[in-house]
């Protein structure tokens, strides 16, 4: 397990302070803000705390309502909604400097046997160990990043994921509008083992890793590169997760995504995680801002 991996799983391993209270550390992240997957990972984190572990989270529905400080440490407090005979809800707001900065609603079910049961039937799409880890696709683009430790700061901040582009990215083609969906392969940059080795944290770093590349299709249907080259400026509003097959954060899931619609400032984008045997384990829906920035 390398450092990165290792310091993420720090930052989920929450403190309890109080029943139904919980404290998770942030980090600086490429923008001047808290990264929107690790307060969800988080508050995820604190809502697993307070139920069963034979009842895994099924679905997430959240809102990011003010941007997070990188430099202070963010309180969950949980609210036992319902503790049902399948179903057990949960609702965590997260609070820094007096004020809700994200509240999520979580459920969790506890299993049955499938009466019924289909899904959609996996995209084609590379194998991931075919295609260039981030460290070796990133350099060739840095000379179009706005600032220049972009390149250093996201290699950073991706340090503890492998995640591989199918297409090259956003900010590789900006200037050309393409298709708005986009692939990437993603896995844990190290296997989970002994303490780490739990379900619920394979789901919470799922979650985490969904918030990097949702948005990348609305961007592509406007032939956008990105917060990364300055031409557009953007942040995430809501985001919602179903789990529906058990899943393993360190083994390669594909994450299909595309975008539906965007207008009046806002894009949405949708996604499905596939693992490698072809299970459709989530899906995920986001809207975020996307606003291009104003000439002088």
């Given at each position: 397990m390398n450092d990165a991996l290792q310091s993420l799983l720090d930052l989920l391993a929450l403190e309890q302070i109080e029943q139904d209270i919980f404290r998770g550390q942030s980090r600086a992240s490429v923008v001047p803000r808290v990264f929107g997957g690790q307060?969800?990972?988080q508050a995820l984190v604190a809502a697993g705390r307070t139920v069963p572990a034979d009842?895994?989270?099924h679905s997430l529905h959240a809102y990011f309502l003010r941007p997070g400080d990188s430099g202070a440490p963010i309180v969950y407090t949980v609210d036992r909604i319902r503790d049902g005979r399948s179903f057990t809800t949960r609702r965590v707001v997260a609070v820094q400097h007096g004020k809700p900065i994200f509240h999520l609603t979580a459920s969790f079910h506890a299993h049955e046997e499938a009466a019924l049961e289909h899904q959609e039937p996996m995209p084609a799409a590379p194998d991931p160990l075919t295609l260039p880890t981030q460290a070796e696709m990133l350099p060739r683009y840095a000379d179009r990043f706005?600032?220049?430790d972009m390149l250093q700061r996201l290699l950073e901040a991706r340090?503890?994921?492998d995640l591989r582009y199918v297409e090259e990215p956003p900010f590789a083609t900006a200037g050309t509008v393409r298709e708005p969906r986009s692939q990437v392969w993603f896995r844990t940059d190290g296997k989970l083992d002994g303490p780490e080795d739990e379900p619920l944290l394979h789901v919470c770093l799922v979650t985490y890793v969904s918030d990097m590349t949702l948005l990348d299709s609305v961007l592509l249907a406007h032939g956008r590169g990105?917060?990364?080259v300055g031409?557009?400026?953007g942040a995430s509003l809501d985001h919602a997760m179903w789990f529906h097959r058990p899943l393993r954060a360190?083994?390669?899931?594909l994450y299909d995504q595309e975008s539906p619609t965007a207008r009046g400032g806002r894009g949405l984008g949708t996604g499905r995680i596939f693992a490698a045997d072809g299970r459709l384990v989530a899906s995920v829906v986001q809207e975020g801002v996307v606003r291009a920035p104003r000439e002088e």
């Open positions: 307060v969800a990972a009842r895994p989270p706005r600032e220049p340090a503890a994921v990105g917060w990364a031409d557009v400026v360190d083994e390669w899931l």
